[in-house]
C-alpha cells in the first residue's frame, strides 16, 4: 500500500516557470526522499531529507519538510523541458530499510 | 562508476510459465532491493537484502515469488507460474552501508501474456 500521497497528480507549466510538488505521508520517518522518472523506467536519486531537517537545497531543486504536518514539497526553479517526468516521494520509516513512495507527479514543460 | 544493472530489459512471457530477472548492484553496495510498479499499484516494495541475507520478504506477493543473492552481488528474482496480474516493471536499487540513498537500476518490463 501507498505510504501517502502527491498533489497534484499532474501539472503543466512553461518553461521557466517554477514547479511545485507536494507530497504528504502518514507515519513517523526517517528521511524522505524525491525521486525523478523519465519515461517509466529507472529513478534518478535527486534529494534526501532526514526528519531533523526542514529545507533543503540542490542547484534548481528546493525540497521543505514539515514533520508536524507529515508534508513535503519540492520546488523547480526556471523550469526546462528536461525536466518532464514523474516526481515521486519516497519514505522511510525508523528503523526499515523499504522505500514507501507516494503515487507521483506527472509534470510537463511546455517550450 | 557502473550502476545498477538488470536484465533482461525486456521479457515477454506466456501465463504459466517461470521467469527470472537479474539484478546487479553497484560493486560495494551491501543492500539490495527490489521493487515492483505497476498502473494498479504504483511502485512498492517487494524484497530487502543486507548481503545474502533478506530480512525483509514482506513485500512478495506471493509464494510464487522468490528471490536470492549470492556473494554478496548478483541478485536473481523468480517468479513461478506467471500471471497477467505479475504484469509489471520490476525495478533492482542498492545502497552502500551508512548511507540512505538507494540508486535504481533501468529496470526489467515483464509482460505476461
Known amino acids: 500500500s501507498q505510504q501517502g500521497e502527491e498533489d497534484p497528480q499532474a501539472l503543466s507549466i512553461q518553461e521557466g516557470e517554477n514547479a511545485t510538488m507536494n507530497c504528504s505521508y502518514k507515519?513517523?520517518?526517517?528521511?524522505l526522499q524525491w525521486y525523478r522518472q523519465n519515461s517509466g523506467r529507472g529513478l534518478v536519486h535527486l534529494i534526501l531529507i532526514r526528519s531533523n531537517e526542514r529545507e533543503k537545497h540542490s542547484g534548481r531543486l528546493r525540497v521543505t519538510l514539515d514533520t508536524s504536518k507529515k508534508s513535503s514539497s519540492l520546488l523547480i526553479t526556471a523550469s526546462r523541458a528536461a525536466d518532464t517526468a514523474s516526481y515521486f516521494c519516497?519514505?522511510?520509516?525508523?528503523?526499515?530499510?523499504?522505500?514507501?513512495f507516494g503515487q507521483g507527479t506527472r509534470l510537463t514543460i511546455n517550450p | 562508476g557502473a550502476g545498477v544493472s538488470q536484465s533482461p530489459s525486456n521479457k515477454v512471457t506466456e501465463k504459466g510459465k517461470d521467469v527470472e530477472l537479474r539484478c546487479d548492484p553497484i560493486?560495494?553496495?551491501?543492500?539490495l532491493y527490489w521493487y515492483r510498479q505497476s498502473l494498479g499499484q504504483g511502485l512498492e516494495f517487494l524484497i530487502y537484502?543486507?548481503?545474502?541475507?533478506?530480512?525483509?520478504k514482506s513485500g512478495l506477493p506471493s509464494d510464487r515469488f522468490s528471490a536470492e543473492r549470492t556473494g554478496g552481488s548478483v541478485s536473481t528474482l523468480t517468479i513461478q507460474r506467471t500471471q497477467q496480474e505479475d504484469s509489471a516493471v520490476y525495478l533492482c536499487?542498492?545502497?552502500?552501508?551508512?548511507?540512505?540513498?538507494?540508486?535504481f537500476g533501468p529496470g526489467t518490463r515483464l509482460t505476461v501474456l
Open positions: 519516497a519514505t522511510a520509516d525508523q528503523g526499515a530499510q523499504k522505500l514507501v
Open positions: 507515519t513517523s520517518i526517517n528521511n
Open positions: 536499487a542498492s545502497r552502500t552501508t551508512g548511507t540512505d540513498t538507494q540508486y
Open positions: 560493486s560495494g553496495h551491501t543492500a
Open positions: 537484502f543486507q548481503g545474502n541475507s533478506a530480512p525483509d
